[in-house]
């Protein structure tokens, strides 16, 4: 049984940063392809982006340049940077394992139970 543990939110100030945490437990971490989405009030999940077992990224247009998806295989923990946070990232913000990873939350077998970030002044 895997089980992932994201963490890290809170209210910042626009312009702020967040460091996001996502523990894994139960399994190889290190096969797994690891992603970020997020669900803003009323709307439906959106997927933020992927980092590969093998390394490579992709993320959504609207966090390009602004987060980075790391990970730490020795404590089976992936991380969310986000940078030059505005109003509109706020949401809450899930993490989700998958053998292959993707844009689309179908193609994750796991998730997290999400953390909340509010960008507000």
């Known amino acids: 049984q895997v089980q992932l543990v994201d963490s890290g939110g809170g209210l910042v100030q626009p312009g702020g940063s967040l460091r996001l945490s996502c523990a894994v437990s139960?399994?190889?971490?290190?096969?797994?392809?690891m992603g970020w989405f997020r669900q803003a009030p009323g709307k439906e999940r959106e997927f933020v982006g992927v980092l590969g077992w093998s390394g490579s990224t992709y993320y959504v247009d609207s966090v390009k340049g602004r987060f980075t998806i790391s990970r730490d295989n020795a404590k089976n923990t992936a991380y969310l940077q986000m940078n030059s946070l505005k109003a509109e990232d706020t949401a809450v913000y899930y993490c989700?394992?998958?053998?292959?990873?993707?844009?689309?939350?179908?193609?994750?077998?796991?998730w997290g139970h999400g953390t909340q970030v509010t960008v507000s002044s």
């Open positions: 139960g399994r190889a971490f290190s096969g797994y392809a």
């Open positions: 989700a394992a998958g053998r292959f990873g993707g844009a689309s939350w179908s193609q994750y077998d796991y």
